[in-house]
């Protein structure tokens, strides 16, 4: 007789914590042909309210880590991602319907997109910033500062993202010193929990990435006007109802990136979008 | 027994798994060499730690074309994400054996285990991590949108930072798409033959990085072949000349990262106790034997002699003695040809007029020692000021104003590196602007990072490595045509 | 409310110093003369105190130092006469399982326990046997400091009375960091004069910087130079109430400022770390900061202090560890 297994339960990602929503509410999660596969956390409003807490309480601490650090950080996920690689190439072969080839594509497509991030943690500002020559007796000096708090969408396509367009999403947001809250696919949650999982045991502080699972629509409206947010990523928002949401936003005058048609896994563009440039001035005089 | 007379807090060599005899690391194999296998020595004892190949021409020869072939049949095909993954390995490796590659360092050049422990090998891992990550970026480094390696790069790297010396060519040159063959210095080949089973253990392609030891000859040997497309080496303004006029007319690249007399200068309104620190690790950190050292101290006039009575006290608490002790501050010097050229260019300065002052040290029986010595009264005229001795020896200078520091700063052909100590920030960034130095450390002394550019103006050598610009003199942009023959 | 701005109480050591009548004016210059701190510097030549390794004989000579060196203390709004008689036994007695560890260097308290510390310790008293334990008291509204100039000094008053070896006071961090140094160093003055007993001779003063509330290193090295010139006789970091307490950064600044004063004076004033350092690798060093920035005369009872609780048992476990060669545990130690 086979060994009877044991389902694991999905929960959100708060934090560095595991927690069900506080709405206590959960909702299916099927393969495409309606097959169950799990009972997700459906997040409420109080969810997404306290993932922005979490969040910014984690960002200074994170901001504050050299560029060094957090590029090791960035790699490690890909170490235990790797080490980890056939629980996700099951769960997307269940999720999306798709073959295992396909599947370990998409896995391998993840990994190198963090290992591509993680080696630019240290080397970006290098590249977007620089001394200017100002007309005078000044040290002039430019450089990207993480913009803070990120809510970010994950895609929602039917399939070939439910991990790579997450890790496409997040990777760049967090390369700069960002913390972010990620709503996972509507439909297709579980890599994303499987994925805060591998967070949660790579030296990423808890807060500096917080993910959301259930349905968009209800959360993005709060998580877009909410005051203590510093950006929206809608890169991954074309199905949902973005334009509200960017006027939403409006109101506290975020940055938003607006959703674009695929999301690219390797963008200097993308790193920058979600930093600001501060440029400082001083004196110079022998005397 | 006072409590300043710690108790031994030896390292054990234990971690160590050396082989007697070393072979030359060639297409991804040891072999024999066929030259005179000379010893490598330990400077603090004098005692043997193993036996080294000596790498002929025909070595040198075999070496560059294993490099060759692996450049145009695996290296050169493979994408920057994979080159990167390789480099990502090396690092981990290189974090993994750290204390192994620690003691070795310390073992093979003399210097203090603690520096090598919390300096030289973190640095190592830092780079190497720091280069992978370029490797899939190349595009963004500035060298145009599409980069290309050199080819074979041939690397010659001094005794002073052995491993960290040979992270700073390996590193950027693969990351670049390049492959390498590198010869260490002759008294320290240690941790690059352990670095050559770090490559086995990454699995890193054969050829990719060949290690070939021996001495000036073979140095000699790697420059003048036919079938390079870079020299980068790191050593004396003397060799580095020669290497310049040999290459020169022809289509390989050089760079240089050469000698140095760095001026180290304090202002009237500096921190005070920092810039002594600062001074002390300018200088006697690595027993001076660092190009970018900060051999020169140019200090307020005003201040002088408060400045040079904190200096000797707190040269009083160094403590040299056996290298692999925990709690020692100043190694061996690396060899006994080296103590010689110290010992001889500190006697000119006895006998050129200036007053030396030397730290009470207890000078142990074998091995290669130098106490830390303060000369003052020192003028812009003589030896101790213009030459570099390349040992714990520091020469003090005064001088007025912010005008007559710069000028007596620059006043020398080298231009690697320079400290300034003032609370003023626009005084610093002002005297920045004016030294002659690439590295320019303020309100703090010999600090490095892969991310930060280093090398040298005027005889200090050209070229840049850490950084973005650290890739330039391994790439070249698509759209240059070569000249040369 | 100061109606006015006094002149300042002359010292012994401000005269040497600014000489004549000192004047706010000239206090403020003074010390706003005096060459900065580099914190990121003074950061890392800490680290490398850290790197010290201390082993076999050193280890064991540092540990029995560290004890000698504790004021060992209790300063907490419900500490009780039977609190104060268990801490000033274990004061005497630190290790139950060996009676040749040395005994600490003093019980600290607060103005209105220090009777009952004097009775507890008896026999064990500073005044009956040379390597007794004194008493040593907060006072002038520790820990905040906030209270009348007359209410301070007669919160000094009182507890010297009561029998105090030792007083440790805080400075007036409000008027401090507004720039009143004046203020500040009148306050420490008429302190030191309220430790004048009967007998003419004065008890012992220690003078709290409160370095986590003053902030910056170079502000820690103002109020240490300021401390000393208006008659301190030991500088203190902290009361331990505040987070950051002590610190090997804030500790080497003051020991550099006092190593700087026996230069210009040959006087050696001590020094007292309090609060935070609770593991004995950390005190060990501490004691290596002395050792080499002012040197092993320092490394005495007389001149150099921990302020501590928890920090006896962790150094009395590692004693053990050293001469049974096993790890110790909290069963082998009192709880006081």
């Known amino acids: 007789m086979a060994r009877l297994s044991i389902p694991k339960t999905y929960k959100l990602y708060i934090g560095g914590k595991f927690p069900r929503s506080e709405s206590g509410y959960t909702f299916e999660v099927t393969t495409p042909k309606g097959e169950f596969l799990a009972n997700a956390a459906k997040a409420s409003r109080k969810d997404a309210r306290d993932a922005v807490t979490a969040a910014r309480a984690a960002q200074g601490g994170f901001a504050g880590l050299t560029a060094y650090n957090r590029g090791q950080i960035l790699y490690r996920i890909a170490e235990v991602l790797e080490g980890r690689r056939d629980q996700f190439v099951e769960e997307i072969r269940a999720s999306e319907g798709v073959s295992a080839q396909a599947a370990n594509k998409q896995v391998d497509a993840a990994i190198d997109t963090w290992v591509w991030y993680s080696g630019f943690a240290d080397k970006y500002a290098q590249v977007a910033g620089n001394g200017n020559p100002v007309a005078g007796p000044y040290f002039n000096i430019s450089t990207p500062e993480p913009t803070g708090v990120v809510v970010a969408l994950a895609p929602a396509g039917k399939s070939g993202e439910s991990l790579l367009g997450l890790s496409a999403v997040l990777a760049p947001i967090l390369t700069s010193g960002n913390t972010a809250i990620v709503l996972a696919h509507p439909t297709q949650p579980l890599s994303a929990i499987s994925f805060a999982e591998v967070l949660a045991t790579s030296d990423v502080p808890g807060g500096v990435v917080n993910i959301l699972t259930g349905d968009p629509a209800p959360l993005m409206p709060w998580l877009a006007s909410h005051a203590d947010v510093n950006a929206l990523d809608l890169a991954g928002g074309s199905e949902g109802d973005w334009v509200t949401w960017q006027s939403d936003a409006a109101d506290t005058l975020k940055r938003v990136l607006a959703p674009s048609v695929g999301i690219p896994a390797r963008s200097v563009e993308r790193i920058v979008a979600f930093t600001e440039l501060k440029t400082v001035w001083h004196t110079k005089a022998l005397g | ?485 | 409310m100061m109606t006015r701005v006094p002149a300042v109480h002359q010292t012994p050591r401000s005269q040497t110093i600014l000489g004549g009548s000192p004047t706010e004016k000239a206090l403020k210059r003074f010390l706003e003369g005096i060459p900065g701190v580099d914190t990121i510097g003074a950061e890392a030549r800490a680290a490398g105190f850290n790197t010290r390794s201390l082993k076999t004989s050193s280890k064991v000579w540092g540990l029995n130092t560290i004890i000698s060196m504790v004021d060992l203390t209790t300063l907490e709004g419900a500490d009780t006469p039977g609190k104060v008689r268990t801490l000033a036994k274990k004061a005497t007695m630190p290790d139950p399982l060996d009676l040749s560890a040395p005994s600490v260097a003093a019980v600290c308290v607060y103005g209105d326990m220090v009777a009952e510390t004097r009775a507890a310790l008896g026999e064990w008293h500073v005044s009956k046997r040379p390597d007794g334990v004194a008493v040593a008291a907060v006072a002038t509204a520790f820990p905040s400091g906030r209270a009348s100039l007359p209410v301070k000094i007669m919160d000094t008053e009182f507890a010297v009375s009561e029998g105090a070896d030792e007083i440790d006071m805080v400075i007036d961090r409000g008027a401090f960091l507004a720039g009143k140094m004046g203020l500040v160093f009148d306050q420490i003055v008429q302190v030191k004069e309220a430790c004048q007993r009967p007998d003419g001779s004065y008890a012992h003063l220690k003078v709290i910087l409160e370095t986590g509330e003053l902030a910056t290193l170079d502000n820690v090295r103002r109020a240490s130079w300021l401390a000393i010139l208006a008659g301190a006789d030991f500088i203190k970091t902290s009361t331990g109430k505040v987070q950051p307490a002590a610190t090997l950064p804030v500790t080497t600044t003051m020991l550099e400022v006092i190593r700087d004063w026996h230069g210009m004076t040959g006087e050696k004033i001590g020094m007292k770390p309090a609060g935070g350092i609770r593991a004995s690798k950390d005190a060990l060093r501490y004691l290596v900061a002395v050792a080499e920035t002012v040197g092993e005369e320092w490394l005495t009872p007389d001149l150099f202090r921990f302020g501590a609780s928890s920090l006896l048992n962790d150094v009395v476990m590692q004693r053990q560890k050293m001469t049974t060669g096993h790890y110790s545990g909290p069963d082998y130690v009192s709880v006081d």
């Open chain 2, 1 to 485: 027994m006072g409590f300043l007379d710690y108790a031994p807090a030896p390292e054990s060599t234990s971690v160590l798994n050396l082989q007697k005899e070393y072979g030359l690391f060639i297409g991804g194999e040891f072999v024999d060499g066929h030259g005179s296998a000379f010893a490598t020595v330990s400077p603090s004892t004098e005692e043997v730690i193993a036996t080294v190949a000596e790498a002929t021409e025909a070595d040198v020869d075999k070496a560059i074309a294993a490099a060759r072939k692996a450049y145009d049949k695996t290296w050169s095909r493979m994408s920057g994400s994979e080159r990167g993954k390789y480099l990502f390995r090396i690092a981990r490796i290189l974090q993994e054996r750290a204390r192994e590659l620690a003691v070795a360092e310390t073992l093979d050049n003399g210097k203090p285990i603690r520096e090598t422990r919390d300096v030289d090998i973190p640095l190592v891992a830092a780079w190497f991590f720091y280069y992978a990550g370029w490797a899939d970026k190349l595009e963004y480094a500035g060298a145009g949108p599409n980069p290309k390696a050199l080819g074979v790069a041939a690397q010659i790297i001094p005794w002073n930072f052995p491993l960290l010396m040979l992270a700073w060519k390996i590193a950027p040159a693969l990351a670049a798409g390049n492959t390498v063959v590198l010869k260490p210095a002759e008294t320290t080949p240690l941790t690059a033959l352990l670095f050559a089973e770090i490559c086995q253990q990454a699995d890193l392609p054969a050829g990719v990085v060949n290690i070939v030891t021996g001495a000036g000859a073979t140095g000699a040997a790697l420059v003048a072949h036919p079938d390079i497309n870079k020299v980068a080496f790191t050593g004396s303004t003397p060799v580095g000349r020669n290497i310049a006029q040999t290459l020169a007319g022809s289509s390989t690249k050089v760079t240089l990262e050469l000698g140095g007399k760095g001026a180290n200068i304090i202002f009237d309104d500096a921190a005070i106790d920092q810039a002594i620190e600062g001074v002390v690790s300018g200088i006697f950190f690595n027993q001076g034997h660092v190009c970018c050292a900060g051999s020169r101290l140019l200090v307020q006039e005003n201040i002088h002699d408060d400045v040079v009575s904190r200096l000797q006290r707190r040269l009083s608490t160094l403590r040299l003695g056996d290298p692999l002790d925990k709690n020692t501050d100043i190694g061996a010097v690396n060899s006994k040809a080296q103590l010689a050229r110290i010992t001889e260019l500190a006697n000119s300065g006895d006998e050129e007029g200036a007053h030396r002052w030397s730290a009470a040290c207890e000078i142990p029986a074998r091995g290669f020692w130098f106490p830390p010595t303060v000369f003052t009264d020192v003028q812009t005229s003589h030896r101790i000021a213009r030459e570099e001795i390349f040992g714990p020896v520091l020469s003090v200078m005064t001088f007025r104003t912010p005008d007559e520091a710069v000028a007596k700063a620059n006043n020398t052909p080298y231009g690697l590196s320079a400290g300034i100590w003032t609370e003023k920030a626009s005084r610093m960034l002002a005297i920045a602007d004016k030294l002659r130095a690439g590295v320019i450390w303020a309100n703090t002394f010999n600090k490095f990072d892969p991310a930060s550019p280093f090398g040298g103006y005027k005889e200090s050598g050209y070229g840049r490595e850490g950084g973005r610009h650290g890739l330039f003199p391994y790439l070249e942009s698509s759209d240059w045509t070569k000249g040369g023959r």
